[in-house]
T-cell receptor, first 112, second 109 residues
Framework: SAVISQKPSRDICQRGTSLTIQCQVDSQVTMMFWYRQQPGQSLTLIATANQGSEATYESGFVIDKFPISRPNLTFSTLTVSNMSPEDSSIYLC?????????FGPGTRLTVT | QKEVEQDPGPLSVPEGAIVSLNCTYSNSAFQYFMWYRQYSRKGPELLMYTYSSGNKEDGRFTAQVDKSSKYISLFIRDSQPSDSATYLCALTGDDKIIFGKGTRLHILP
């Protein structure tokens, strides 16, 4: 299994600013992911964070808006850039060990 | 046809009842099946992980997979109010994972 922590747990930000979310895993993992979850909705994959190379983004998500770093096998960051109220959501970090996938507690972002 | 279908509920059952949660899927490439529990304002928690058709039991939880029918289930025995949460199925295969939309479950004391 993997234990995942995220910082911050929540934030309220003004439009036009950027927020960087940190994700720490308690063990080395091959795959790390970033998801977004609107209230009452399921999970939407933003991107796969690749160690040592550029992240792989899903349709509808771009690097300029959601830059991702993965400097090693236990840590990743997601930046939400030039925020608008539509970016208000829960952002979840995830890590996979084998075929099992684990999630962090999420970062609740509100953009005003 | 969506890759995975899951009834969003809400599903309300009395305490002590047996709960049945289900997902159907369309792509036979999915080979690994998971159930997550998500409490309000929390991240999803992995409950059960199965590979083969048949049943897997863990305490009050039983995961069932029928690959021939492309149908997976999660049974909760002796349901408790603390089981009230959203339950998401997840399927993996071909290097991708697909999540159901989740079923909201309410256990009534």
């Amino acid at each position: 299994s993997a234990v995942i922590s995220q910082k911050p747990s929540r934030d309220i930000c003004q439009r036009g600013t950027s927020l960087t979310i940190q994700c720490q895993v308690d063990s080395q993992v091959t795959m790390m992911f970033w998801y977004r979850q609107q209230p009452g909705q399921s999970l939407t994959l933003i991107a796969t964070a690749n160690q040592g190379s550029e992240a792989t983004y899903e349709s509808g998500f771009v690097i300029d808006k959601f830059p991702i770093s993965r400097p090693n096998l236990t840590f990743s960051t997601l930046t939400v850039s030039n925020m608008s109220p539509e970016d208000s959501s829960i952002y979840l970090c995830s890590a996979a060990t084998g075929h099992e996938q684990y999630f962090g507690p999420g970062t609740r972002l509100t953009v005003t | 046809q969506k890759e995975v279908e899951q009834d969003p509920g809400p599903l309300s059952v009395p305490e002590g009842a047996i709960v049945s949660l289900n997902c159907t899927y369309s792509n036979s490439a999915f080979q690994y099946f998971m159930w997550y529990r998500q409490y309000s304002r929390k991240g999803p928690e992995l409950l059960m992980y199965t590979y083969s058709s048949g049943n897997k039991e863990d305490g009050r939880f039983t995961a069932q997979v029928d690959k021939s029918s492309k149908y997976i289930s999660l049974f909760i025995r002796d349901s408790q109010p603390s089981d009230s949460a959203t339950y998401l199925c997840a399927l993996t295969g071909d290097d991708k994972i697909i999540f159901g939309k989740g079923t909201r479950l309410h256990i009534l004391p």
